[in-house]
């Protein structure tokens, strides 16, 4: 047997603890158990333990998933770098795309869905080492081009800061993501600016004192990846 029940408990009590701690509501953290590389018999495991949002990285990957679990109400979360011609994969599967970072990306999802979607755009704060997300100041023009689309439904915001194991690394960069959303509100709308995805199962602990509502967190849940 794995240990999926325990460590979903596990992380759950810990998100609780640290949402109380600053004084946010536990209730309003999304937990999206990332389940990348695992097969479809542990997302069964952690679904039948009460875990219904997953996360994927790879087009092809959660379209074999999704099709071996057609029989759950399975909320997927696309998270990973999405190629456009990939967006046919994706799109009829994800209840959240969470890495959106063009205009042409999302228009290439809403061409191939008829239901709605829920969409962060992936910000690319001062990371000179990674080549995804969006800068900054092209954020508000993907956004209202988002909101302008059929069957997207901008929410907010998603980071990935460069990996360091030592959580205070990633706090400057969730804090930054925080700011500009902030300041984003008098152009985009707070309504559309509800969420911020942060934080993974080194670092969730400080998303969440940041500000966090999605956390992704998949090794803490399923063990480390091959
Ligand atoms: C893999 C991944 C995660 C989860 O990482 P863990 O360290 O296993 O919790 C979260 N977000 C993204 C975008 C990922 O690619």
């Known amino acids: 047997m794995s240990n999926i029940r325990q460590n979903l408990e596990s992380v759950r009590n810990r ?10 509501d536990p209730a309003a ?29 790879y087009a092809q990957e959660m379209k074999e998933k999704a099709d071996a679990l057609a029989g759950l109400p399975i909320e997927w979360h696309f ?3 999405l190629q456009r011609n990939k967006a046919k994969v994706v799109a009829p599967i994800a209840s959240w795309i969470e890495s959106i970072d063009s205009n042409e990306l999302a228009e290439a999802i809403d061409r191939h869905t008829a239901q709605r979607i829920s969409c962060l755009i992936e910000v690319n704060v001062g990371d000179e080492s990674s080549k995804s997300g969006a800068r900054a100041e092209d954020v508000v023009a993907i956004g209202r081009r988002i909101v302008a689309l059929d069957h997207l439904d901008l929410k907010g915001l998603m980071i990935i800061p460069p990996y360091d194991p030592d959580p205070e690394k990633s706090r400057p960069f969730f804090r930054a993501l925080r700011e500009l959303r902030d300041q ?14 942060m934080g993974m199962s080194h670092d969730f602990e400080a998303a969440i004192e940041e500000g966090a509502t999605i956390v992704r967190i998949g090794t803490a849940i399923f063990g480390e990846r091959g």
């Open 184 to 197: 984003l509100i008098p152009t985009l709308g707070a309504e559309h600016l509800r969420e911020l995805s």
């Open 79 to 81: 998270i990973g770098h």
């Open 29 to 57: 953290i999304r937990l999206v158990a990332v389940s990348k590389t695992k097969p479809a018999d542990l997302i069964r495991e952690a679904f039948e333990a009460g875990q219904t949002a997953f996360g994927e990285n």
């Open 15 to 24: 998100i609780r603890a640290v949402a109380t701690r600053a004084g946010r």
